[in-house]
């Protein structure tokens, strides 16, 4: 069944064709960094720890670095013109885990 293309502000995503655009440009993303995108705006609105991405996004069975998320996250908020600081789509709920921003 098709699901209904996500949009918040100028950042569309069409999970369907695993097509992501910002003001109607195309952004490449590495798989992970896909995953974790599609995960949390599929859930706006929810928090997401670190277990529970690593979990759905890397496996249970991963047991490697942690920092691997921040790094991930890290590439994915560049490549959206996303700031931790003043997060227009994902937020960071210090010592709890991310969010995607609800309009």
Not at 19 to 47: C, D, P
Request: charged content about 30%; overall charge positive.
């Amino acid at each position: 069944m098709p699901q209904a293309p996500f949009r918040s502000g100028n950042l569309t995503i069409d999970f369907d064709c695993h097509k992501v655009t910002i003001a109607g440009k195309e952004i490449k993303f590495a798989a992970t960094e896909y995953s974790i995108l599609s995960l949390l705006a599929q859930n706006a609105g929810r928090i997401y720890t670190q277990d529970d991405i690593h979990s759905r996004v890397w496996g249970w069975e991963y047991r490697g670095d942690r920092h691997i998320l921040q790094v991930a996250m890290s590439r994915l908020r560049k490549k959206i013109g996303d700031n931790s600081r003043i997060p227009r789509y994902i937020q960071t709920r210090v010592d709890i885990g991310y969010r995607f921003r609800k309009d």
